[in-house]
C-alpha cells in the first residue's frame, strides 16, 4: 500500500506492470499496493449491503441516500481537511470548535446585524483562513506541536463561541443561506420523472470520466509505458459507468443532487488533484514521511505546514457554515466532538499516525463508512449507546488492520 | 604480573549478513590502561558490546573469562554486577533529572521503595569529589557541559564498585581542557586499582595514559602492544591499523586534466562551526577547501573529525550553530544559508544516513527521485506523472537499481539499491557540485563498484564530486586528491600519487596537543 496512486474518481489499477506478465499478477500487484483503501471500499460496500438487507431496502431508497449525504457533509468536509493535516504528519484537534465559532459568527452577523448572507459567508471563509494562519504561525514557525496548539484553538474556539452567543441559539437564516445545506439543484425542461439536470450532470460526468480515462491511456502508450489490457480497460470503463449512473438515478428520483454534493465532489476533485498532482500535494507527503529527508531536499517544509493549517482553518469554516444552515440556527454547542469523528474517518480511510500516508478519498470512504453505520444502525433502532461502541471498534480494527498489513509486508 | 583481569577467547560475532567479528581475542592485565584501536567499523564497539552483555551471552562465539572465571552476560545488568561498566560515547544520561539522581539511577537509595535523600546526596558529593566534579550535586544534567556529564558517568560507575571501566572514544566530544582533565582522572583511578579499557583513535593520548595498545583491523586482533616499549611508535600502530591490502576492485579513473588556472567550482573559505548545543565547542575549525570541474576530492577523518558536519553545514546551514566563514562559486561568493539556495546554485549534498536525512522509506522510487527537483516533471506547479514515471524509469535503468517498478517502496530495497535511489535524486537535480558523504556504506562490494562506476562518470562529465569516506582504500582508488580532517581541523591535503593509507592515517591521527600531558 501506499500514497502511491491512489486518489481522484474511482481508481482501479493503474500499475506498471511488466509486459509479458499475466492479468491476474497485474490486478493482484495493483490490489496489493492499494491493499487499505480497496479493503475499506469492499468494506463499505458490504457495510451497505448489510444494511440494505437488515432494513428491508429502506437504506438505498432515494430519499435515504439524499439524505446520508446531507447528514454527513459536514464531517466529510472536515475529514478532507484532515487528511491533509494528518499526511503532514499532524493533527488538528480545534475544528469542531472552529466551526462552531464559524456558525455562531455567522448568526451573530445575519441574525442580529442583518448582513446580507454571501458577505456573512465571504467573513465566515475568511474566519477560517485568519484561524488556520493563527494555528499554523505557532506550529510551523514557533515549532509547537500540532497537537497542544489546537488543544489550546480548541478551548479558545469554543469559549469564543459561547461569548459571541451566551447560551442562546441564533437563528432563523436568509433563505439563501439555508439552501447551502438544503438546497437542490433547479428542475428545468420536461417532467419525465427524473430530476433532469441531475441526469444530465450524470451524463455530462460520464463523458468527463470517458475521455480522461482514454486521453490517459493514450498518454502512456505514447510513453510506451504498459498499460491495461484492451479487455480490462472496457471492463473497467463499464463498472464505472455503471456505478456513476446508478447513483444519478437514484438522486434524480428524489429531489436531484443537493447543493451541498456539488460542494463536496468540487473538493474531493480539486484537493484530491493538489494532493495526488501538485507539486505542494507532494511536499505534504514527503514532510509526512520524513521531514528531515525532505527538508534536505529543498523542500519548504514551514510553509507547506503553515498552507496546510489555513487550508484546514478554511475547510473547518466551510464545515461551521453548513451544518448552521442544515440547523438554521447557531448555538453554543454546535460541533462537539466533530474533531474526533473526522479524524476516525481519516485513519478508517487509511491515513498513518505517524504521517505521510493516506488520500482525500480514503478520507471520505472512511467518513462514508462511519456514516452508513450512523444511519443503518438509527435505522434498525440501535440506541446511540450501542452506536458508540460499534464505531469504537470498528476504528480499532481499520487501523489494526492496517498495523498488520505493515507488519506482514516488513516495511 | 599474576592472572589477567579480562580474558576474552576467539570471539566471533556475526549480523545477518556481516561478520562484525571473527577471532578477537583481548587481554586486559589487573590495573592497567588498555586501548583499544582500529579503523571505523574494525569492530571496537562491536567487541564492547559482546563484553558488557549488550549482546548477550549466546548471540557470539567464544570466552569470556572475568578474573578466572567464565561470564555469560545476559544483559548489561548482569555485567555490572561484575564490576565491569561501560560508557558510551553517547552518554545515557536524563537531562532533567540532577546530577545526585543520575548517578544513583536504577540503583537508588532507597528503603521499601522510598528514596532516601540524604543518603543519596552524602554519597553523590563524596563520588563527584573522587571524579573532581564540582557541581551541587542537585544541579540538573542539562545545566552542564558534556566534560562534567562524562565525569558523572564515571562517578556513576563508581557508585558501582566498578572494576573494569570501558570508554568509549571519551574524548571524542570534549574540549582539550576537559580532554586533560578526564585522562588525569583515568591514571588516578588507575592508581586506586580500576583498570580500564579506552577506545579511541588519538594517538597521542593513548601513548599519554595507556600500558598496553590492542589493534583491530576488519573485525581481528591484529597485535597487543606494550605502549612503554621503544619500538612501539605511532607509526608502528598506524602500519597495524591500516596494514591491508588494496584488494578492492576500482573502475579505471579517467584521469582528472582540468584546467588549474580557472576557478574552482567550489570553494569554501575559513569555514567555523560550532556545535549545536554545546556552543563553546568548534566543531569544525577554520577549513578552506575546494574542488574543481571534473575533479573528486577526497576528505578523510575518523568518527567526530566533522567531515558531515563540514558538509552539512555548507549545504543549507543543515547542521551547527555560530558558523562562519565565505562559500564560493566560480569564482563568485554565493549564500547558501537555506537548503533551497545551495540548491539552487548547483549544490548537492548526499547523506550519509540515507534512512534519516536521505529517503522517504514508505513512498515509491519514482516519488523520492524527483522529490529534489519536483520542478523539471512539472509544469505550472502540476506534476505530470507521465513524465515523473519516464524519467524514473531512466534511473532505474542507467543507474541499475534492482526493482520490479519505480512504485517499489524503497523502505523494501537494499541498502545498495536505496543508494542508487538517493544518488539518482540529486543526480536528477542537475547539480555542478556533488558532496557524497560515505557513499558506499553498508552495501555490498558488488553495488560498491556500480557506485564507484557513477562517481566516475558524474567526474568525467565535469561534475564537481567531493568524496567523504571512512575507507582508506577507496579514497585512494578514486579520489585525485585527499583532504584529512582530525577534530575539526584540516591537517592535509594529499595528491593522489603521494597518498598512502599510512600516509592519511597519520594525518587523521594528527592531534594538536598543546595542552595534554604526553
Sequence with gaps: MGPVTTDAAPSTPRTPEPPRSPTGALLLDAARRNMRQYGMLVALGLIVVLFQIWTDGVLLKPNNVTNLVLQNSYILVLAIGMVIVIIAGHIDLSVGSLAAFVSAACAVMMVEHHVPWVLALAVALAIGAVAGAWQGFWIAYVGIPSFIVTLAGMLLFRGGTQILLGSRSLGPFPEGFQKISTGYLPEVGPDTNYHNLTVLLGLGLIAVVLVQEVRSRRREQAYELDVLPRGLFLTKCVAMVAAVLAFTLTLASYRGVPVVLLLLAALLIGLGFVMRNAVVGRHVYALGGNQAAAKLSGVKDKRVTFLVFVNMGVLAALAGVVFAARLNAGTPNAGVNFELEAIAAAFIGGASMSGGVGTVLGAIIGGLVLGVLNNGMSLVGVGTDYQQVIKGFVLLAAVGFDVWNKRKVGS | ?518
Design chain 2, 1 to 518: 604480573m599474576g592472572a589477567p583481569l579480562l580474558e576474552m577467547r576467539s570471539i566471533v560475532k556475526t549480523f545477518p549478513g556481516v561478520r562484525a567479528l571473527s577471532d578477537v581475542t583481548l587481554t586486559v592485565a589487573p590495573g592497567e590502561v588498555h586501548a583499544v584501536c582500529g579503523e571505523n567499523g574494525a569492530g571496537k564497539s562491536t567487541l564492547m558490546k559482546v563484553l558488557s552483555g549488550v549482546h548477550p551471552h549466546g548471540s557470539y562465539q567464544g570466552d569470556i573469562l572475568f578474573q578466572g572465571e567464565p561470564c555469560a552476560f545476559k544483559d548489561m545488568r548482569a555485567s555490572e554486577a561484575r564490576g565491569i561498566v561501560i560508557i558510551h560515547q553517547e552518554l545515557a544520561l536524563v537531562p532533567y533529572l540532577s546530577i545526585a539522581e543520575n548517578i544513583f539511577l536504577g540503583n537508588e537509595h532507597a528503603r521499601r521503595g522510598i528514596v532516601s535523600w540524604g543518603a543519596t546526596l552524602q554519597h553523590a558529593a563524596r563520588l563527584m569529589k573522587r571524579v573532581g566534579l564540582r557541581e551541587h550535586p542537585q544541579t540538573r544534567v542539562a545545566d552542564i557541559g558534556v566534560g562534567k556529564q562524562q565525569l558523572v558517568e564515571i562517578a556513576k560507575a563508581l557508585s558501582k564498585e566498578v572494576r573494569l571501566l570501558i570508554l568509549d572514544e571519551p574524548t571524542a566530544a570534549l574540549n582539550d581542557e576537559d580532554s586533560a582533565h578526564l585522562l588525569g582522572l583515568i591514571l588516578e583511578l588507575k592508581a586506586q586499582g580500576i583498570a580500564s579499557i579506552i577506545i579511541s583513535h588519538k594517538l597521542n593520548e593513548i601513548a599519554a595514559v595507556a600500558d598496553s595498545v590492542t589493534v583491530l583491523r576488519d573485525g581481528r586482533t591484529i597485535e597487543t602492544l606494550d605502549v612503554k616499549a621503544p619500538d612501539t611508535t605511532e607509526e608502528r600502530i598506524i602500519r597495524s591499523m591500516v596494514g591491508r591490502d588494496l584488494d578492492h576492485r576500482f573502475p579505471e579513473r579517467t584521469p582528472y586534466a582540468g584546467d588549474p588556472g580557472a576557478h574552482p567550482a567550489l570553494e569554501v573559505r575559513d569555514w567555523t562551526v560550532h556545535h549545536p548545543i554545546d556552543q563553546q565547542r568548534k566543531v569544525v575549525d577554520d577549513v578552506t577547501l575546494h574542488v574543481r570541474r571534473g575533479e573528486i576530492v577526497g576528505v578523510a577523518g575518523l568518527m567526530g573529525a566533522g567531515r558531515t558536519e563540514l558538509a552539512m553545514s555548507v549545504f543549507g546551514r543543515s547542521y551547527g550553530r555560530g558558523i562562519s566563514g565565505t562559500v564560493w562559486k566560480d569564482g563568485h561568493q554565493i549564500r547558501t544559508r537555506t537548503v533551497p539556495e545551495a540548491v539552487g546554485h548547483g549544490i548537492a549534498y548526499v547523506t550519509e544516513d540515507r534512512k534519516h536525512y536521505g529517503l522517504n522509506l514508505i513512498d515509491t522510487i519514482s516519488r523520492n527521485i524527483t522529490l529534489g527537483a519536483l520542478g523539471k516533471v512539472s509544469r505550472r506547479g502540476i506534476v505530470d506523472e507521465h513524465e515523473e514515471r519516464r524519467v524514473a524509469e531512466s534511473y532505474r535503468t542507467s543507474m541499475g537499481i534492482k526493482a520490479p517498478t519505480v512504485f517499489e517502496q524503497v523502505g523494501r530495497l537494499s541498502g545498495g539499491n536505496q543508494q542508487k535511489v538517493v544518488l539518482s535524486k540529486w543526480i536528477f537535480a542537475g547539480p555542478d557540485v556533488l558532496i557524497l558523504d560515505e557513499p558506499t556504506r553498508g552495501i555490498d562490494v558488488g553495488a560498491k563498484y556500480e557506485i564507484y562506476t557513477v562517481i566516475d562518470r558524474l567526474a568525467a562529465q565535469g561534475k564537481a564530486v567531493v568524496f567523504i569516506s571512512s575507507e582508506l582504500p577507496e579514497l585512494l582508488g578514486m579520489c585525485d586528491r585527499v583532504y584529512t580532517m582530525a577534530a575539526g581541523r584540516l591537517t592535509g591535503e594529499t595528491a593522489r600519487a603521494d597518498a598512502t593509507q599510512e600516509v592519511l592515517m597519520r594525518l587523521m591521527t594528527t592531534h594538536d596537543m598543546t595542552t595534554n600531558k604526553r
